[in-house]
């Protein structure tokens, strides 16, 4: 086992990281020096560079890459002493795109409606879903806010 791996290891050990991170982070360092052929504290931020653009070539998802990316900016920020600054220009993280939930089809929602026992429950989730409200908006839903012959107590607006 190399110097630099052993100073990883060890690091990794005094921070109380777990044994999946330790694993992660090696193999990133030992896959940056396999694609470089050069030992990673002689590799130049060119090389680096080329190493991050092979990752997204490769077609890897965006959170595959930012483990990496987290890998190697603990090695040489950590292990070779490198300014944050410094690794932060060098291992710049892809944007993780973030998937919208599918909507649940007309049957589904029929069968969720229809297993309500009772009919405040599914007033409450029928208009939860008509009218797309989160949950917190639901709870905090008053009669006033509803009924529209009432006027909204004091302090609540109707909009």
Known sequence: MSH?????????????????????????VAELARFCGLSP???????????LLSLHAK???PQTINLKIAGLRFFYRHILNRSID?????????????????????KQI????????KPMHRTI??????????LGEVCRLEVADLDSDREPKRGHSRT
């Open 4 to 28: 630099l791996r052993t100073k990883l290891n060890e690091e990794i050990t005094l921070r109380g990281l777990a044994a999946n991170t330790r694993e992660s982070y090696v193999c990133a």
């Open 41 to 51: 504290d002689k590799i130049n931020d060119e090389a680096m560079r080329k190493y």
């Open 59 to 61: 077609g890897l998802a």
């Open 86 to 106: 410094e690794v932060a220009k060098v291992f710049q993280r892809p944007k993780i795109g973030r998937r919208l939930p599918k909507p649940c089809s007309a």
């Open 110 to 117: 029929a069968k969720i409606l229809e297993a309500c026992r």
């Open 125 to 134: 989730l029928m208009t939860a879903y008509s009218t797309g409200m989160r």
